[in-house]
């Protein structure tokens, strides 16, 4: 079933419950949540979540629903996305982009599922569950931001934020499971935690202004000689 849990009127915001599948066959461009007011009834609601229509909202706010995308579909948020109340967001080969920050927490789980990207310009905060699959995290900013994974694991990471003297802060530590890309922008640890590469994890992109500025630390399930 598929149905608005609530929205306050002013909010500018979407507050989903239930379970909600995106396939990328119902849209015919990307969803773009933007402003949805409580007048909406759940029908209505079902048409602009699946004819490919633009919903109205500024944040997104999951309150405990299991969300997933597959099959090439896309949501773009402008503002924060918040995942809560034990809420689960999949993206299988499908594609979040936030244009402002990403919290989950409180028992939430945010899946990058099978070759899911979510691209995110702030910051990315979590204290629940993360669960990386094969998909890849871009952190894609003009201004600092911080990944704070609560020590997480992710598949792949990119950086590519031009910010100054540092594009993305690591306050602990983060494992990249297969590939770090830097394509713009410093990676900062704290002395306290370490970007970690699991074995036959690989970074690419290093060069003079665009590397991992701390802790960086690579493991290897075996060496030459």
């Not at 402003?35 to 309150?63: I, M």
């Not at 919290?103 to 691209?119: R, V, Y």
């Not at 590519?160 to 900062?188: E, I």
């Amino acid at each position: 079933m598929t149905y608005l849990c609530y929205s306050a009127p002013g909010r500018q915001a979407v507050l989903l419950c239930g379970s909600f599948t995106f396939f990328a066959r119902y849209f015919s461009h990307s969803l773009v949540m933007k402003h949805l007011s409580s007048a909406f009834a759940p029908t209505a609601l079902l048409g602009l979540l699946l004819g490919g229509y633009q919903a109205q909202a500024q944040d997104f706010y999951n309150n405990g629903a299991a969300i997933t995308l597959t099959g090439g579909a896309s949501i773009y948020i402008p503002g924060n996305l918040t995942n809560d109340n034990s809420g689960s967001i999949t993206t299988n080969a499908s594609t979040i982009q936030v244009g402002g920050n990403v919290l989950n927490q409180n028992s939430a789980t945010m899946n990058l599922g099978t070759a899911g990207t979510w691209e995110v310009k702030g910051n990315v905060t979590n204290t629940a569950t993360l669960t990386p699959g094969t998909g890849t995290l871009q952190l894609t900013g003009t201004a600092a931001q911080a990944l704070s994974t609560n020590n997480g694991q992710l598949y792949n990471l990119t950086v590519n934020n031009s910010a100054t003297p540092t594009a993305v802060n690591v306050p602990n530590d983060v494992t990249v499971n297969n590939s770090l890309t830097l394509t713009s922008g410093m990676v900062r640890t704290t002395a306290a935690s370490t970007v970690t590469l699991a074995n036959g994890a690989t970074i690419t992109g290093e060069q003079n202004g665009r590397y991992v500025a701390g802790n960086l630390a690579a493991t290897k399930a075996s060496v030459p000689g």
